[in-house]
């Protein structure tokens, strides 16, 4: 294991790839965006805009796969105010709310006017699939996540609606399997957000394909047949999270701090993914398996932004990346009907021991990962 000399990605993070130098390819890759002609790039999207505003006449003539967080209120002016399109807003449903999410929810359909399709998925499903990539992977929100990133690609190829619009490129940007940069999203099918797992390992006497549709991709043949054309707005926007938030606050979005609902532990910041309590415990589950988890990616992308020093990373990452939310715990086994000590336990066995060691019966760092994480080098022994 090895930490970035300059940010504090490890390299456990999975598809994670280093260069001669010991730096990181996100941080390689933030260097590389500087250098891009986005007056350029604008043109380009103009012209992709061009050529599918109208497509289907009064009908929808692009999809916006949306959450009601902060990159969905900018991926909707783009698209509707600067673009002129007129977009469907394809969402998953999830399993619990904040009312903060909901506020963000309701008033991007209204503050922008858009309609909206979200598909609400089988409590009894995903709890049943929820309890067994927990146990099995190590993954409990798979189901989830890969419906997130499926659903929209079949309403797509059903309605007819060849443009899919997407956010970020997060395989680019944060490190994954595919770093090659590109407009297209339909690499997203083998991303590593959703690992892919044969479906054989989800069925069983009780659950079939049938049960589990909205998370199944089209064909290729229906993809192509369909013109599918699944596209990356970050690759011909300037991508940063933060400001993204700040326009999304001029138009009545509302983080954690301004609703006051709740202060998450283990977070930097109260404003990205806060629409739902529970999903986040597979977020944290990242961190007795490789090492990190929120607190590691979100600094890390700061030092890239030059809004924190690598310093100060250090210090957020071994004080505060290991802590699970209390709140965010107990909704997660409250919809999964798991008792606490379970949960521990299937915890304990997907800790990779030689990254953390239990510490008054919680799992941290150990100290000569830390003093890798200090010094970005390679942990020693």
């Known amino acids: 294991m090895r930490y970035c000399r300059k940010c504090v990605m490890p390299d456990t993070r999975p598809h994670m790839k280093f260069d001669e130098d010991g730096i990181c390819y996100p941080c390689r890759a933030a260097e590389k965006i500087k250098q891009t002609d986005w007056d350029k790039r604008w043109e380009e999207l103009e012209e992709l805009a061009d050529r599918y505003r109208g497509c289907n006449g009064d009908y929808y003539d692009c999809i916006i796969a949306a959450s009601g967080g902060k990159d969905s209120y900018y991926q909707t002016y783009i698209m509707k105010e600067k673009l002129d399109m007129n977009p469907l807003m394809v969402s998953v449903d999830n399993f619990t709310w904040t009312e903060t999410g909901r506020h963000n929810w309701n008033n991007l359909l209204a503050e922008f006017g858009v309609d909206a399709h979200i598909m609400t998925l089988n409590p009894q499903v995903c709890k049943a699939l929820f309890r067994k990539a927990l146990e099995e992977l190590g993954s409990p929100t798979w189901y989830f996540d890969r419906t997130i990133y499926a659903y929209p690609y079949q309403i797509a190829v059903k309605l007819n609606i060849p443009l899919l619009i997407y956010g970020e490129d997060t395989n680019f940007l944060y490190g994954g399997p595919h770093t090659e940069e590109s407009p297209s999203a339909m690499k997203q099918i083998t991303n590593d957000v959703a690992k892919p797992v044969p479906w054989d390992f989800w069925l069983d006497d009780k659950i079939s394909m049938k049960h589990v549709n909205p998370a199944a991709f089209p064909t290729m043949e ?152 200090i010094n970005g080098q390679d942990v020693k022994k």
């Open 222 to 373: 229906q993809m192509k047949k369909a013109k599918l054309n699944p596209t990356f707005l970050s690759y011909y926007l300037p991508w940063n999270g933060y400001k993204n938030m700040e326009f999304a606050r001029s138009r009545g979005f509302k983080t954690l701090d301004d609703t006051g609902e709740w202060k998450r532990d283990g977070f930097l910041e109260q404003y990205d993914q806060i629409d739902t309590v529970g999903y986040l415990t597979h977020t944290w589950f990242k961190f007795p398996k490789y090492g990190h988890q929120r607190v590691t990616e979100v600094a890390s992308l700061w030092i890239r932004e030059n809004r924190m020093t690598r310093e100060e990373a250090v210090e957020k990452v071994i004080n505060e990346d290991y802590k699970l939310d209390k709140r965010m715990l107990n909704d997660f086994l409250e919809f999964t009907g798991y008792n606490e000590r379970d949960f521990w336990k299937v915890v304990d066995k997907f800790a990779n021991k030689s990254i953390v060691e239990k510490l008054d019966g919680i799992w941290r760092l150990k100290k000569n990962v830390e003093t890798a994480l």
